[in-house]
């Protein structure tokens, strides 16, 4: 089972405790969440890319040439 660590900090005594079937359900759902966020976040930055990409290719230009332009 996992544990966690406690710490008083007014002694500095530490307790390792067992986690409770509720602590593990909500940290196994915050770790589900988390890598659900992570893959959103990863396809909308490949849909701005591939944007970005489509937009340089209609103008006619290279990234490096729109990035001259911005400066």
Same mark, same amino acid.
């Given at each position: 089972?996992?544990?966690? +660590?406690?710490?008083?900090?007014?002694?500095?005594?530490?307790?390792? +405790?067992?986690?409770?079937?509720?602590?593990?359900?909500?940290?196994?759902?915050?770790? =589900?969440?988390?890598?659900?966020?992570?893959?959103?976040?990863?396809?909308?930055?490949?849909?701005?890319?591939?944007?970005?990409?489509?937009?340089?290719? =209609?103008?006619?230009?290279?990234?490096?040439?729109?990035?001259?332009?911005?400066?």
């Amino acid at each position: 089972m996992p544990h966690k +660590v406690i710490v008083d900090c007014s002694t500095g005594e530490t307790t390792e +405790v067992e986690l409770t079937a509720q602590e593990i359900a909500d940290q196994e759902a915050a770790h =589900k969440a988390a890598e659900a966020d992570r893959k959103a976040q990863e396809v909308i930055a490949d849909a701005k890319a591939t944007a970005k990409t489509a937009l340089l290719d =209609k103008l006619g230009i290279t990234a490096e040439e729109a990035t001259l332009l911005l400066s």
